[in-house]
Nanobody, 115 residues
């Protein structure tokens, strides 16, 4: 079992920044995938950014150049730095891990971008 705990969400004005953090209960190897998804009411959960096997990263086109995923292996954490936030980035953000063939999700953290 893997437990994921997200933090760092909140209310921010357009153009602002937030940093999301996800703490895992186990060490996530380079062969596993770990990343961030987001979901708004009535829509499917969408991939925002993730580490893929081998350590390279993927960022969705909608956030490329504004969001950056990073990880701290020593502390079992993955981060999402979100800059130049837009109202359309408003969503619940979920941390996801694929670990030894199973999928795990955090509880989600709300990000609201509004003036």
């Amino acid at each position: 079992q893997v437990q994921l705990v997200e933090s760092g969400g909140g209310l921010v004005q357009p153009g602002g920044s937030l940093r999301l953090s996800c703490a895992a209960s186990v060490y996530i190897f380079a062969t596993d995938t770990m990343g961030w998804y987001r979901q708004t009411p009535g829509k499917q959960r969408e991939l925002v950014a993730r580490f893929v096997r081998g350590g390279s990263t993927f960022h969705a086109d909608s956030v490329k150049g504004r969001f950056t995923i990073s990880r701290d292996n020593a502390n079992y954490r993955v981060y999402l730095q979100m800059n130049s936030l837009k109202p359309e980035d408003t969503a619940v953000y979920y941390c996801h891990v694929s670990y030894k063939g199973d999928d795990y999700w955090g509880q989600g953290t709300q990000v609201t971008v509004s003036s």
